[in-house]
């Protein structure tokens, strides 16, 4: 039989030394599990004399309930222990803010063309919308651009079966506005996305956005039209900016001007943004030629029209002081949060 005084003095040694519950339930099961040595004595009871059995028996009783006692005390003290130190490891101040999820943002193109109709929202203009895929009736006949025109060749326009094709500019969207015959005055504006056949360079894409605006009422002059481009000129880049007028062509306005900024990227000395001129064109205008007022049935009463049209990729460009537009259309998210951030400060 087993000298039980040898084995508690093992039990207790073995126990001082032990560090975790995960040790600590390997000595439990060493010393009383299954086969542990207690259990293989209580199994050999049997073979004793019956007297030297019942009292190494209650030797065995008493030293299996105390050993059990104490590696219970044991796990249940490094159990509380573990506990706490897992809640010092992973104690938060819940008193502190959070961390809030990441806020998305506008494109810097929508950002541009929010601000732009916001100007014109003080102006008194209202948004209109138009389909991207027009009829050459509404992108081109009703416009003074008859089907001779070299605006119609192929080399210049994306034409689809049927002989529709995607717009090449927002004027589209005054040609559907004034073909349901508004009452006057008439002030609306149109943003989006239009085509053109073109190669592409630093400031020219084959897809790009523009926003059109027009204005029809009585009285109206060259002069408003100055004016009205001034001012969101100067709304948009700030009062500081430098402007200038140019004569320009448009087949549906006559007369025809264009709004030229200073190059906000190198402040009119020439870069690769401006093609080293200095200047960047963000707005072509005119009063609205006499032949489409004539298609609609506004050619009475002195009636004049004013119209508009920008480039929303070059301005959001020239705001953000950026030489190339094919960013803009990139979906690095990390360039559009530079760009974003661009925008904002």
């Not at 190059?263 to 064109?281: I, S």
Request: aromatic share 8%.
């Amino acid at each position: 039989m087993t000298d039980l005084e040898q084995l508690r003095e093992q039990f207790h040694k073995e126990l001082a030394d032990a560090s975790d519950t995960t040790a600590l339930e390997e000595i439990r099961t060493r010393f009383l599990g299954r086969r542990s040595v207690l259990k293989e004595q209580f199994r050999l009871l049997p073979q004793l004399p019956e007297q030297e059995r019942r009292e190494y028996a209650g030797r065995l009783n008493q030293l299996s309930q105390a050993l059990e006692q104490q590696i219970g005390q044991a796990i249940d003290t490094a159990r509380r222990a573990e506990t706490a130190e897992r809640l010092r490891d992973e104690w938060i101040d819940v008193t502190l803010p959070g961390q809030a999820p990441r806020r998305g943002a506008w494109h810097p193109l929508t950002d541009v063309e929010e601000r732009c109709l916001t100007v014109l929202r003080r102006l008194g203009f209202e948004r209109a919308e138009g389909p991207e895929v027009e009829d050459a009736y509404h992108n081109f006949d009703a416009l003074n651009i008859p089907q001779h025109h070299p605006a119609r060749d192929m080399q210049d326009t994306f034409w689809l079966d049927g002989g529709r094709l995607l717009r090449s500019h927002t004027t589209t969207v005054q040609a559907r506005v004034l073909g349901s015959r508004p009452e006057l005055p008439v002030k609306v504006a149109a943003a989006g996305r239009v085509y053109r056949n073109e190669a592409v360079d630093a400031t020219h894409l084959a897809m790009f956005h523009q926003l059109e605006g027009f204005w029809l009422e009585p009285g109206l002059t060259l002069g408003h039209l100055k004016e009205l481009l001034s001012f969101v000129a100067r709304a948009l880049y700030g009062e500081d900016i430098r402007l200038r007028f140019k004569p320009k062509y448009y087949p549906y306005t006559e007369p025809s001007i264009g709004l030229d900024i200073a190059c906000t990227n190198c402040g009119g000395d020439g870069c690769e943004a401006c093609h080293r001129v200095g200047w960047v064109t963000i707005i072509g205008a005119g009063m609205i030629h006499p032949a489409v007022l004539r298609e609609f049935g506004y050619d009475r009463d002195g009636i004049r029209g004013i119209a508009f049209g920008w480039g929303t990729t070059r301005m959001t460009a020239q705001l953000l002081g950026i030489t190339k537009v094919r960013p803009l259309y990139a979906s690095d998210q990390r360039q559009l949060s530079h760009l974003h951030r661009g925008m904002t400060a």
